[in-house]
């Protein structure tokens, strides 16, 4: 079983930056594709970006693109998105998830196993 502790969350003004962070327990965290999901109230939870174990590849939803970056420090098993530019839309529970297998999906809920407890993030005008 792994565990995944967001943290970083809180209210930013248009244009602001946050970073979150994700630590996940478990010795294997080299081995995990990461991803980042955020979810706003009466919405589906949608995909923001994700990071392959094997070559660091990352990934983006277009409406993230070019602002966030997503990056890992398997020293510290430790998964972070950088949140720059940010925007009134992009206010929503944050949550990282872990994916052991390798899926193809990587943007689908469905590939990750494990799943943190989210961090709100709030973007004021």
């Known amino acids: 079983q792994v565990q995944l502790v967001e943290s970083g969350g809180g209210l930013v003004q248009a244009g602001g930056s946050l970073r979150l962070s994700c630590l996940a327990s478990g010795r294997s965290f080299s081995t995990y594709t990461m991803g980042w999901f955020r979810q706003t109230p009466g919405k589906e939870r949608e995909f923001v970006a994700a990071?392959?174990?094997?070559?660091?590849?990352?990934y983006y939803a277009d409406a993230v693109k070019g602002r966030f970056t997503i990056s890992r420090d398997n020293a510290k098993t430790t998964v972070y998105l950088q949140m720059n530019s940010l925007r009134p839309e992009d206010t929503a529970v944050y949550y990282c998830a872990v994916d052991r297998h390798f899926s193809f999906l990587i943007r689908a809920i469905s590939s990750y196993d494990y799943w943190g407890q989210g961090t709100q993030v709030t973007v004021s005008s």
């Open positions: 990071i392959r174990r094997s070559d660091d590849s990352a």
